[in-house]
């Protein structure tokens, strides 16, 4: 199955297209599950040679997030997230993010993730709680910020 990419904005920190100190990330669709493929370099740095933790939950928490996102065809926020540091990610190193919805509880969705390598070593593993947004900011959102690729059919406001 092929990656379908997800739209990004020009402005956040994550998957911002205009922002300089932004991780640049491009989170896809692909084997049903939400992914990004995300490569550090030192300027994520946290202690010598190895990607920032905050940074991990970021990851995390954007390919996360995604996934309810994406099921659910309404955005939503963190209202929790829980990780769990296996190893410490080499600057450098090209890795996987992976997050998938695992639950829906009426006003809070639930989604787990990890991180791996392309030898499918495990680097992270988190869980997180997400608060729906409401239908209306949510097509606001889709609408007004959100930059899909051309073609691409609106996830939210279709």
């Not at 994406?70 to 890795?95: H, N, W």
């Not at 593993?125 to 409401?134: F, L, Q, S, V």
């Amino acid at each position: 199955m092929a990656k379908k990419f997800l739209p990004v904005t020009n402005e956040c920190f994550v998957c911002g297209r205009k922002n300089p100190s932004g991780l640049n990330l491009m989170p896809y669709i692909e084997e049903g599950v939400i992914k990004a493929d995300f490569v550090s370099d030192e300027s994520k740095m946290g202690y010598r040679g190895v990607l920032h933790g905050g940074i991990i939950c970021t990851l995390l928490d954007e390919v996360m997030g995604w996934a309810p996102a994406y099921i659910k065809k309404q955005m939503c926020m963190l209202a929790d997230l829980q990780v769990r540091f296996v190893e410490s990610i080499p600057i450098g190193t090209p890795v996987t993010v992976i997050g998938e919805f695992s639950a829906d509880r009426r006003r809070v969705w639930e989604a787990k993730g990890k991180i791996i390598d392309k030898e499918g070593k495990l680097y992270a593993r988190a869980t997180g709680k997400y608060i729906p947004i409401p239908p209306k900011k949510t097509k606001e959102i889709d609408e007004d910020y959100l930059i899909y690729a051309e073609g691409d059919e609106r996830i939210f406001s279709s």
